[in-house]
């Protein structure tokens, strides 16, 4: 399996600009989650699906954070509009039936907003 | 809510030494704990999953340990090695929740 795949790798973008960030889980996994990691507040949760229904969003920071999860395969994180205090590094992770057996986590998008 | 706290912060030892990275958790009504490493602008590496319940779990040089009761996991490494050095990060399921609660991660130098 090629692991849980997220794109594009890098994203620089001017705020007020529309981004879209792309995950593509494990094939089989039913569990997808997004993360954030920046140097003052590590990782936290954004949202996550099960079974492609958003489960928890309370992580989400702004009406500004969108996520969406298609189908079992994909899932988009959308900032519209963005702002340079959205830079950050975003993982997406995938696991099974919620996470009761670890998770795998994706090389991650680093975001950066001028 | 569940706090989880990584302590120390950084770690320097030289190359060879057996060494213990300290995590700790404020509900023991925890699923599953796993340790990562998280190399510099890369993602995060899954090193061992110890479900709630087993009390450690183990590959190669890796030793997890697990102690609900007291709140506590301790990852050993034996015999450091320069290419053993990145950020380790403890994360833990909860009881009720699906996400992983992170700590901060120890930063770990292994001097050649």
Known sequence: ?114 | KQEVTQIPAALSVPEGENLVLNCSFTDSAIYNLQWFRQDPGKGLTSLLLIQSSQREQTSGRLNASLDKSSGRSTLYIAASQPGDSATYLCALRGGSQGNLIFGKGTKLSVKP
């Open chain 1, 1 to 114: 399996d090629a692991g849980v795949i997220q794109s594009p790798r890098h994203e620089v973008t001017e705020m007020g600009q529309e981004v879209t960030l792309r995950c593509k889980p494990i094939s089989g996994h039913n569990s997808l989650f997004w993360y954030r990691q920046t140097m003052m507040r590590g990782l936290e949760l954004l949202i996550y699906f099960n079974n492609n229904v958003p489960i928890d969003d309370s992580g989400m920071p702004e009406d500004r954070f969108s996520a969406k999860m298609p189908n079992a395969s994909f899932s988009t994180l959308k900032i519209q509009p963005s702002e340079p205090r959205d830079s950050a590094v975003y993982f997406c992770a995938s696991s099974l039936d919620r996470g009761k057996r670890g998770y795998t986590f994706g090389s991650g998008t680093r975001l950066t907003v001028v």
